[in-house]
């Protein structure tokens, strides 16, 4: 039957799919900065039982990749482990210091909501993706917990800057914590993206649509997201000491079409960290 109601599951991933590779992958989902068209195709994700109408076609070869191969798992987890070790070798600034990191497919794995993509056949949809981040049920980047334990006992902050929009911040710190990451409102600023972080791309100092939000964080001008109505402000400067994610704008002043590779690499795996994530991205 083509649309079976299924309880979504990891397992759901492992074993209710079949093995062919159709679609390529597809690049605009889950918050990346480009323009998305919202779609009336929203997948059938009820939030609070969290099911989609999962279809039989094949997963994408990305979408396989992400969730099955040993190679992912690999460089996620070496990737974090080359970022502790520079933590723990850094001299430390006598400065609050912070790491920033991404949320999706950096802290939070979202390959269950490709996966609903794939085998329904749907597209990317801004409505069916909030309904995805409403859930809560993304898990965690093979490597995020430990990362952040130990920047966090090294003395550091986390700074987390994503392309969620602002409105779902509850939605999102609610699943980072649902997995027991330490975090609280005195060691993480976590920061969805409002309209003026869109608008204040201007080509010259905000070359990126998280240049703004990471700008605020160095100035001590973030308004992080106050969970439980907190009253704790980072109104202090912080020195950002690393910066990592999936995509290459999750890096300072760089955008997808003129990231200079070279230059990059001169900081890859010393204060620039990339994990991999085929599954869509701003490319
Ligand atoms: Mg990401």
Partial sequence: MRYLLTKLTVAFIAVGLSAGCTSAAKNGIAGESQPVSDSDRSLS?????????KG?????????WQTMS????????????LAEKAIMQMEKPAEPWVVVMDIDETVLDNSAYQV?????????????????????????TPGAATFIEIVL??????????NRDAS???????????????LTAQNACLLGRSQADITAVDNESFLNDKDLRRSHIASGNAKCFKPNNSTVT????HKIVMQIGDNIEDFKQVTQEHADVDVVLTELNKTLFLLPNPMYGSW
Avoid: C, F, M
């Avoid at 039989?56 to 396989?64: A, E, H």
């Avoid at 040993?70 to 482990?81: D, H, P, S, V």
């Avoid at 609903?116 to 965690?140: H, I, P, Q, R």
């Fill in 45 to 53: 994700i009820a939030t609070q039982d969290v099911t989609l109408n």
């Fill in 56 to 64: 039989d076609l094949p997963l994408s070869n990305s979408v396989k």
């Fill in 70 to 81: 040993k190679e992912y798992q690999t460089i996620a987890r070496g990737t974090y482990q």
């Fill in 116 to 140: 609903g993509l794939d085998t329904t056949g749907e597209s990317y949809s801004k409505a069916g993706w909030a309904n995805w981040v409403k859930s809560e049920k993304a898990t965690l």
């Fill in 153 to 162: 006992r090294e003395g550091g902050k986390i700074g987390l800057i994503t």
């Fill in 168 to 182: 779902l911040n509850e939605h999102t710190w609610r699943n980072l914590l649902e997995h027991g990451l330490p």
């Fill in 234 to 237: 980072w109104n202090k400067s």
